[in-house]
């Protein structure tokens, strides 16, 4: 008996939205409104209310916990290449009462490059960053913009030697208020409990960041006014 040769199509993904009460759409809309900018707008909560969704802040943290990692990951070959001219600095937050360092990176062009809580601000987590960001984006920068702070010539030396350090005051401006933002949006929330919490939820307002900004190769034939939704209508078919 001869047997046949025929393949089985192999079964579909299975999609990371499985197993949730929420379509993908409700969860990307409080997700959306976690890590924008700006907390979730009155109209955005109402059209929730009107479906007879209401969703508890702990589940929507979960929700930004579990998703940050697979829609920055699904769209990290639609990003577009970062700007030679990058602005470093770091920034202060609290973490279950206790301060934490925050280091943060934009170019020239506002896409934020990386983002990093740590609990020192040292040679060591400044070359984490660094070392973070470059092998991210595989791209060197030919001039970074820092503060004053003292272990920063070395730590450059070291992983960009070939990048102009360049230190003076007001210069480092970008970064210091796209700094005010990131503040403004960890204000409204009830707090952070780990840096594990802090690290996804600020990775995720920069990834809400650059997909307003258009630094995404996402949605762009869609109006501004329904580019992100489509944006992650997009991403959602990839996870």
Same mark, same amino acid.
């Given at each position: 008996?001869? #047997?046949?040769?025929? &393949?089985?199509? $192999?079964?579909?993904? +299975?999609?990371? /939205? ?7 759409? @409700? ?88 983002? #990093?809580?740590?609990? &020192?601000?040292? $040679?060591?987590?400044? +070359?984490?960053? /660094? ?7 595989? @791209? ?95 991403? $959602?078919?990839?996870?």
């Amino acid at each position: 008996m001869k #047997l046949s040769t025929r &393949r089985c199509p $192999a079964p579909p993904p +299975r999609s990371a /939205f499985v197993g949730f009460r929420f379509p993908p759409e @409700v969860i990307w809309s409080r997700f959306a409104g976690t890590c924008a900018t700006t907390s979730p707008t009155a109209t955005s909560k109402n059209s929730l209310i009107e479906r007879g969704v209401e969703v508890d802040h702990v589940t929507v943290y979960r929700w930004v916990q579990r998703f940050t990692p697979l829609l920055a990951d699904a769209a990290r070959f639609c990003r577009h290449a970062p700007g030679d001219r990058w602005f470093v600095d770091e920034t202060y937050i609290r973490v279950s009462g206790v301060w934490r360092y925050v280091y943060r990176a934009v170019d020239q062009y506002g896409q934020v490059i990386d983002v #990093l809580v740590s609990t &020192r601000r040292d $040679a060591a987590a400044a +070359r984490r960053f /660094f070392r973070r960001a470059l092998a991210t984006l595989k @791209v060197t920068p030919s001039k970074v913009v820092t503060d004053a702070a003292p272990v920063d010539p070395a730590v450059l030396d070291e992983l960009v030697p070939s990048a102009w350090h360049h230190i003076e005051r007001y210069a480092n401006n970008p970064i210091e208020a796209d700094h005010s933002q990131l503040k403004h949006r960890l204000r409204a929330m009830r707090g952070l409990r780990t840096d594990e919490t802090a690290q996804v939820i600020i990775a995720g307002h920069a990834f809400m960041q650059n997909l307003r900004r258009g630094h995404y190769e996402l949605a762009v034939e869609s109006p501004p006014a329904t580019g992100v939704a489509s944006a992650f209508a997009e991403l $959602a078919q990839a996870i």
